[in-house]
């Protein structure tokens, strides 16, 4: 995300950092052992009764709903972030390049 601020006619942009957990569920179980909202889609009433609170059905209930965040993320979890982020900077460093604004970064007033 990004935020924008007007000084006089020039728009400058702040970036701001976007942590792993806030885009992915299973990051956030696996990484921040974050399991706040879990819900047990998996047992029966009559078995969440029975052996709710215990810690064999705590572990069943976190696993079952990180391996079901897994699923959901299948294609982001695929999605090679080093690799991209460097395609990224190169296009960026040509773009400058190609429309003369190194001059204008490197003096710094953009």
Avoid at 36 to 44: F, G, N, P, S
Avoid at 77 to 91: C, D, K, V, W
């Amino acid at each position: 995300p990004e935020t924008n601020s007007r000084n006089s006619n020039t728009i400058t942009r702040k970036m701001s950092p976007m942590e792993p957990a806030e885009i992915s569920k299973s990051y956030r179980r696996i990484c921040n052992r974050d399991f706040h909202d879990v819900v047990d889609k998996y047992h029966t009433p009559e078995q969440r009764q029975r052996s709710k609170g215990t810690e064999q059905y705590l572990l069943a209930v976190h696993t079952n709903d990180t391996l079901d965040a897994i699923d959901n993320e299948s294609q982001l979890l695929a999605f090679n972030f080093p690799s991209t982020g460097a395609i990224l900077e190169q296009f960026v460093c040509s773009l400058g390049r190609v429309l003369q604004w190194e001059p204008l970064l490197a003096s710094g007033s953009a």
